[in-house]
């Protein structure tokens, strides 16, 4: 595989999906051509066993090319990574029947051959918190019937099947299962998203009311969402970090290439703004690296967690601040639409805001370096 | 005239000429009916007869509606502005011919009754250099013809008429003079114009190739643009100040709204930057007001250069910074397109990189403060 | 009186004051022969009868040449103008006996005559807050016993008398009254200021055991403090902030000749640097300036307070973050000690944390914009 | 060696030493009985052996304890590294006798045995600059006389020997050698230290006339400085870096320290300011050790350089930027002399102020990024 190419390619395409807000069909198919859909898979099931160290490094790269392609294929790498990270164990301990493993190595597989894989987590009243989600499910006589709404399902509408959190609709306390619900006709997109950035992520609302076979369930037991919980969200937040250090790396790249052609490239605030830049892009970036590595040698421990919202900031903030600088060094003629300048100031503003936002990690950092235990108050 | 209403008015259509990119033809309507567009037309004439103060209230107000709409009514105003303040003598000193003064009362009669004018200075090679125009003219029988292309020209295909900057085709050195072309089959709009904010200005390109009567030569002397240059330039850097603030402010009310509502402007961090971005908007108000108190009572001086400059930095960078952080207090949801804050943080970023730019202005300040004098190496 | 020359001779001073942290005697010597200690009082008592607006242009100007001493110097103008522009119905109102006025007056015409006064207000358990005040009183025959300790005097062991919040020892309820102490036996010095800038207002801590007449209580009756209160630290707020905008001048002062001498001024950073720092202090002065207008003509309003928490807020932020920058753009030779920039580096940080600090600001204000009134929940 | 247990006892002294402005005497001789002068020398000789980046791991804790016991024995570190890592054919090439080597292993044997070196290289005129060197030698019958003055010697009155950038008074062009110079009477030390942070460097200024011995030329052969100037200022940009994280950590813990103590912890404005601090440090702490491991690895490279340029310009910033902040959120009780917080103010400013200064760096970094070669145009 030639990453570096795939790359440029989906550089070259960015503009055009971004301005179209539509899903990027091209750069899927060399994705999935190129075996990345299966990136999270073991090698048992056909696919490459990376570890999340080895995610990041992918990710990074396609965020450099275009942002919300690698967007979308983050929710993918969180669905598969945190299947095939999960310990055997761990499930086990959890309760749930040994069916489960047939089950998950049936969606890996799938990957690895293509499949591609939503998140429909979040809701409009719950935002991302597990907790409040109104989407209900109810057992019928071969598996269950969910219904409900969801909305920020990056790549709806083109997934082949969608992660979904559901509560039991017959329980009066709040438990949470996770569905592995199959693209088809109960499943249907409500085009909302027509957004400021990373507009090619069709971030779309989804209706549900679908019925689903038993082994949709994932983890093969009710109630244990909070065992992806634990996993997931710390996926979720520690991977789009990677793809905004992506975006940051393409506004130096980009904003080199403009300032150069323009010939302004020796005037002396150009330089402080790009020199300045290029620190805190190759900081935010170590950071992330640093953060991939805790996640893949100690998940879940405090300390991973404290470099996991480190990464999350700095990679959202940093991605920011270079775009609007480095616009500010191009000029107006770089605010034109179609100039992947003008696409990076929106995009870029668009990680910082995404949970955990970063007035929330600092808020988390803060309270961890005054000896506080955020993991203790914090929940999903 | 209701000048509150009317701003909510336009307030209330300025999402939809965004999304369109398109003249505000309706916002033109009610400010042609409140008789703003005679804003700064003697009241002998039949206008206002607004001092530079006066135009400043106004233009924070209009921008804090829909910064587009005033913007391309920057424009107008300052064509209007610049042609009602300079004094006569200093328009004979200059060796205008009587018949200037008819001439010029004709053209801001007119307004007075409504006709709008647009700026059609910058050329994509030249950018907003003067003495760089390509724009040419020559000598005809009864007037001239003039020949050439204008790029960021707010309002094009709207305006009754276009300031136009040019060169005589058949001198040597660079003698550049004003024109004002009347809108008519020789002038083309080019629509080029499709950028990341204020994009309902419908700053087109312009092709020309007209033929003009003698007193569409503005003075009524060649080689007068360095009259209007002294008072125009300085008229648009400090009137384009006046406009960001107004759309500073627009951030600040959007905002308020957007997180009362979402019941988050309880929130310790959502306060703290709702408190710095009042503080910076007051401030920058503060400093816009007083340079356009400078331009009123002392025009051209090195004091109120300096004021003038201020107020564009200033203004600029503060309307960026407050929807770079209050969009990061009201969150995802705020950017979803047709929401205000999306357009603002779009708008807003487009104050710095009007020339001259925030990093020119502070470089013109350091000399200054450092003793320099700016205002001999710096050129229009 | 020569304004600019008394303060370039205290900014010749300032070094001296600042690395022997001792009284600027001179200074002050200087003030009382300008009649600036009788600035506040009204001319029938042979003062200047200032306004707020008044006062505020000289303690920028002050401020520009020491500013310790020009916080001394507003801890003196703060009492003098808080009693003199307390208007007398208001005073009536709250039930003072006519005594009052005579012996306000008397407070009055000895400042006109080279009195000067401090504030002791704070505590090191109560911090500024007047209703957790420890310092007590109780009646004796003749007039009042006052005991306890104080923090953060400015001018102790120089002033001849200090004002002084205590409780009532015998109230359940936090009964708070002002007294206006004579300096004397019963009040003692312990010198304790030592500290990283502002060294030379001396603020040490004053521990009183002392015996005070019947008029020593000021506005006559019991519990006025509230009175004060309201007027007060109002006062002191945004009078601080005067002084600030004077020190964030002289880092511009300072720096440019520094810079000059050195022939630094030409590097485009350091342009840079002195162009932007020079927009900030401008704008903090029209801040500061306009909080002034608004305390003179509209004392105590809600939009008022909110142009005293801008004030506050710009002035302290701005003067530390020019002196942070500029002492940057000088360079190491600018951090020897006896350096005008390396003592303001160490001034200048102080404003913010005076309070209600800058963070506290910023929440008032977030609050306000966001349809709260900081007023009823903030008390002093 | 229990380094931490080392560096709480010099952090137990820093105020002291600070206050006194006097050489860290007991630290010192802490650093010689844990072994740490003979750090960077080889095993063969007595020494630890280190690498650069097994210094930047020490001299980051070094500096958490004690900022100007970090900054002396780093010169120290400098010195002893740059010999003792120049490889020995590159010795050869340029020409050096074969006596060099048993002269390099005796200074590296001595400072194993505790001697400590000091650099005198920056003069008054010439700044860092080395081309610019008055400081001249000329050749005696038995060696060299050496004669001039240098400033910001840190260590000055209590180092061994000298580390002397001289120039030869017989040549025309800038040939410029090193000598160490061992301390005695032609060796006296001028008390100019008296600055703002880092006070206990001492880095006085240093007059010169002295004669020593042929051996001690550096390398054996005159003009060679070039040699060493290669490595030398590299390795002191990178080495002052990690003192600087150092300093930046220790905000953080008497941050955190003084926050709890004084039950402010819970404040969202502190946590908030914490947390982003901590992100701060984190990411500098990355940077520098990376630029480590890229001087270790791959000393010289352009690749390296830039890493080293990033090391400085965020270490220096961020030290000074979490010390202004964490002030801030820690209060007026934090900047009383003694407190740690008030010495960390100071002492963190330093950074961003030595050779190459952050707006340098920015300026390098930047001309990288946009295709120049800043190694071309930039000497030492």
Known sequence: ?????????????????????????????????????????????????????????????????AGATALIFNMH?????????????????????????????????????????????????????????????ERTGSGFRITGAKTFVSGAGHADAYLVAARDATSGEPRISYFLVPAGPGVRVRPTWDSLGMRATTSHDLDLDVEVDEDALVGGIEGAALLLAQVMPQWLVASYAAVYVGVARSVLRHG?????????????????????????????????????????????????????????????????????????????????????????????????LQPATSDVCADWLGAAALGDNPDEVTRW
């Open 77 to 137: 790498a969180s669905v598969t990574g945190a299947l095939a990270h999960t310990p055997d164990e761990l499930v086990r301990q959890f309760g749930a029947p040994e069916s489960f493993f047939a089950s998950r190595d049936r969606v890996l597989a799938a990957a690895a051959e293509g499949a591609l894989y939503a998140v429909a987590m979040s809701e409009r009243e719950a935002g991302s918190r597990l907790s409040k989600v109104r989407t209900a499910y």
């Open 256 to 352: 080199a290439a403009h300032l150069t052609e323009r010939g302004l490239h020796t005037l002396p605030m150009v330089r402080a703004r790009m020199g300045r830049a290029d620190v805190q892009v190759a900081a935010a970036e170590l950071v992330v690296r640093r953060a991939a590595r805790q996640v893949t040698d100690d998940p879940g421990s405090p300390e991973t967690n404290r470099w996991v919202w480190r990464a999350k900031l700095i990679a959202g903030d940093t991605a920011a601040e270079v775009a609007f600088s480095v616009l500010e060094a191009a000029g107006a003629s770089a605010t034109r639409r179609g100039h992947p300048l003008e696409r990076l100031y929106r995009d870029a503003r668009c990680g910082a």
């Open 1 to 65: 595989m030639d990453l570096p190419a795939l790359v440029d390619r989906m550089s070259g395409r960015a503009s055009k999906y971004d301005a179209a807000g539509e899903f990027p069909e091209e750069d899927f198919a060399d994705l999935r051509d190129a075996g990345l859909l299966g990136l999270m898979v073991p090698p048992r099931l056909g696919g490459t066993g990376a570890s999340f160290a080895d995610y990041t490094d992918v990710a990074v790269q396609l965020g450099s090319g």
